[in-house]
Every structure is written in C-alpha cells, then in structure tokens.
C-alpha cells in the first residue's frame, strides 16, 4: 500500500461545523478519499486577518489541544482516520481552510497517543519510540507537537548521531506535524527549551520501505523570490519517490516572510496566505511529479529557508508464496489495495474475498500455477488496470475475479490460464489487448456474460465455449 499525493489539495471545509466543540468530518459518505484511507496528512491555513482556534483529532480521542492561529499562518497536521473515513475537528471560525495534501491506506496512526516529552529541557535528549507502537524498520515517527500555553519556545529534532540543527520557535497555542528520523534503535533527538510548554507525542510512523530520511538535509531554497519556482530533486531523490519531507523556516531575521510549496502541476496558489513568522520554523511535506520536482514560493530569498529531509517512495513489489500465505476471507481488507507490482505464487490465496471488495491492484500483476484456487479470490468489482499475467492453472475456481473484473491493460491467458467456468464473472471487460494460447480457455463461460472483448484476429485462438459470442477483427 502507499500514499497518494494529488496534484490539488482536497478541500474538505464543507464537511466541518464550525464552532467549540469536537465534531465528526466525514471524509467516507462524498468520497473525499477513497474506501480504505487509513490517514491523512492535512494543510490548515488561517486566511483571516485574527488569530483563530482549530486542531484535529482521531475520532473518538481523548487528546483535547485547541490551537489559535495567528493570521495568516499554516501548519501540516497527521490524522489517522476511523473505519467510515472519519476524524474529529475543532473549527472556531470560516477561516481555517483545511485541505487533505496526502492520504494512505496504510494502518500507521498510532492512537492514542503517547507522550514523547523529553525529560530533560535545553539539550539534545534520546528519545525512543520503539516502545510506543511504532515497529522495528521504521524510518521515521510522526510526532503531533502541541503548545498549550501562549508562550513561544524553541524546539527541535534530528536523527540519532546526527549533527543538523534548526533549533527555532514553536508558536504558543498551536499544534504542528514533525517527522522524526530514526536510527535502527528506533532513536530520534530532540531539544525543548521549555518541557512543560511543547509537548510531543508519537501519533504514527513511517515504514522504511516507503521512506527514507536525510542524515544531513540538503538546502533547497529557490534563488528567486516572489513567483512559484521549480525545485529539482533529482540529485538527491531516487525516481519513483512520491513526495519530500521539508523543513521550512524564516530564521535569518525576525521578519515573517511568505513561504509554501505544491506539487508541480497543481493550480493551488496559497502563497498569500503562508506566513512563516520570524525565528520559527515547520515540517511539510510535498507531492513530486515524475521528474522529482516540486514548486515553492518564497516572499525572500535569503530569510526564507527551505530543506529536504527525506522523501516518501513508491512501495516495493510484492511476492505472494506459500500454501495458505493468504488464508483468510477479506485478509486484505475491504477494498485491498496493493499499488505495486503484485506475484502471486502457487497456491497463495486460499480462500474467499482474499483481496477484499473491490479488489485494487493498480501495479502489473502476475498469477503463477495454481496462484488463486477459491472463488471470488479478488472480491467483487476487482480492478487490475496494470498488464496482467496468468500463467498455468493461474485461477482453478470459478468467479476467481468477482463480478463486474475491468482489466485495462495487456491480459495474457497462458495454457491452461483458466480451468472452470465464469472465471472472470459476469460483465467482464478488456478494452486492452487480448492474448490467449491454446488452451487458453479450457470451459464455457470462462469470462462470464456478457463479454467485452476485442481480440486481434493476428493473434492465435482457441476457445471452448458455450453461449458466448467473440467478434474476431476482419
């Protein structure tokens, strides 16, 4: 699973009522983000011209923060979501503008939350979170800071062993996102000048598979100031990674100066209302295209600061093995979703609804011998846009993909693919290319009714079928 960084914010101001209690924003019920978000990572700006109260909880939390934002100002807040795509939030006035900037079907919220405060104030202290539910191989935590007084301190957090220091303020009254690298021991530091008034607390993690963090953070700032400006981070980030981990900060002065980031191609502009105050500092984080770019908008060149930390990758392939590796109903939740490349190997799905409903597996996805045996292995309404690939005996049961299967992409039956009948469910569909080898298709039915296939006529056919209707070109 992985996250998913849109090229524009997801406005979700219409699901919140605004005023002083906590209520539900129901992120399920519109389809905000898709059946299965565990979290999201949201981007609360005030475009007000007051200071204004807001935060953000897990539904049914008991942690009870209220920030109050001064105007114009930002921050990212991590929030992990109930089973119906719902959190809990404390609006105070209109203008909070709260946007989903990143969402994740992984379960890595961490809640409730545990208290992280290091014991020891004005130096670089230890802190371990291996003890607070974040597993070995992490390679980052995800800390919730709260200030709960209106004094301003300074805070900071860096890798174990590390040496990179942005020692700045945290504003008072106000609740922040920050990723804390971590060593192999599950070890992050970090400094508080004040331990009563900036807490911090594990509200998630980040696998290592999906991120890596910076010992050393690379500058990135943009020489010109004034106008959106691309950020190659080609050098120092791998392709296929998602999104960067940032450290953004106006320190040189105590000028406030405008500073924020979007994704290349987005057409949000926010840049009028991205203050980041004098002295003080925040972690954001950034969709990149496919070029590694992303765009910023600094009001100052040389009091604005902006740093790469890490950066949030593409998932690894997956290989499904062994008997019974997935032996249960629904074992990838309802919908599963797998957005790499996918290998299922003899016999590794074993039951019904193994992938949960619907089924979606946007990578390439190959069935090796006897790699799916139970009906309805995919669940209903599977969606496999990538090539698919199955191989020998590949599906063994009936319904193997559930009804309606869309498979977009290259679909390649090897002999003998397919062995019962209504393989694929009814209303199959396969507006991709079609190869199928003899026997390809070894009983009636074997995509359901009705079909919806072009087959080549170049390309070698042999069917078996009954009731089933295939228009050959030419």
Partial sequence: MAWVFPDNEIDINARITIGTVWVDVDLGTNNDVPAGTKAVIIHMRNTGAASYRGA????????????????????YLFVKLDANRIFEAQVRNAALDLRVVAYTNDDIGIDPYVDKTPAVAGSYQDVDVSNAGVPAGAAAALFYLDTPTGLNKKWAIRKDGTTFDSYYYIAGYTQ?????????????????????????????????SQCLMADTPTEKTPGTAGSWQEVDCSAIIPAGALAAILLIRSGTTWNSRLACVRKKGSTDDFSASSLVVGQRHHHAVVGLDGSRVFQAYVEHATEVDIFVLGYIDTPPAQTISGVGNIATGEALGSPGVLPGPVTLQPVALGTGEA??????????????????????????????????????????????????????????LQPPGILSGESFGLSFVLPGEVAIRPPGILSAEAFGLPLAARIPKHLETTLTVSRLEVKVDG
């Fill in 56 to 75: 953000v909880r897990p539904n049914g939390g008991s942690i009870n923060p209220v920030g109050n934002y001064s105007p114009l100002t930002f921050t």
């Fill in 355 to 412: 992938w949960g409903t619907p089924a979606v597996l946007p990578g390439s996805v190959s069935v090796i011998a006897s790699g799916i045996v139970s009906a309805e292995a995919f669940g209903a309404a599977a969606v496999l846009p990538g090539a698919v690939s199955l191989q020998p005996a590949g599906i063994a049961s009936e319904e193997a993909v559930g009804p309606p299967t869309i498979l977009p992409g290259a679909v390649t």
């Fill in 176 to 208: 922040a996102l920050a990723f804390g690298a971590l060593s192999a021991a599950r070890l992050t530091e970090v400094e508080a000048e004040d331990i009563a008034t900036i807490k911090t607390w594990v509200q998630g993690y980040i696998p290592s």
